[in-house]
């Protein structure tokens, strides 16, 4: 029997003037190294996924976000090359002057408007996606 790892992905936006950014990483390491990501990550056992959440968007941004909600849960096979991987991630909203600075894993952070995406990790255009229909903004 194979293991099914479970990690957590965080949507982090904010809004500037009427333009609305998301926060991404680019990956320090393989798989998708030097590609943009959401921010997240594993969870440790025994650990709540709130808490995985705002701990990997701390670790990997220095973002300490109180307001996190859960936006879904994705496990298409293959979605991460490692293993089977099943991602739940949240939302999040802060305020306009909300910087942050890579750590961690992540090797660079910026926020991107929403009309100008990069390639994105994994399936976290998928997961933006989602987000954008369900965000009130």
Not at 85 to 114: H, M, Q
Request: net charge negative; with cysteine; aromatic share 8%.
């Amino acid at each position: 029997m194979s293991k099914i790892f479970v990690t957590v992905d965080i949507v982090l936006l904010k809004k500037e003037n009427t333009e609305v950014k998301v926060l991404l990483i680019k990956r320090k390491n393989e798989p998708f190294k030097d590609k943009w990501a959401l921010p997240g990550g594993f969870v440790d056992e025994n650990e709540d996924l709130m808490v995985a959440a705002k701990r990997e968007l701390l670790e990997e941004t220095t973002i300490d976000c109180k307001s996190l909600s859960q936006l879904g849960a994705y496990g298409k096979p293959f979605r991460d090359p490692r293993s089977h991987v099943v991602s739940v991630a949240y939302i999040g909203l802060v305020d306009t002057n909300t910087k942050g600075k890579a750590a961690d894993d992540a090797k660079e952070l910026d926020w991107f408007s929403l009309d100008e995406l990069p390639e994105l990790a994994f399936d976290h255009g998928d997961i933006l996606q989602d987000a954008i229909k369900k965000a009130i903004l």
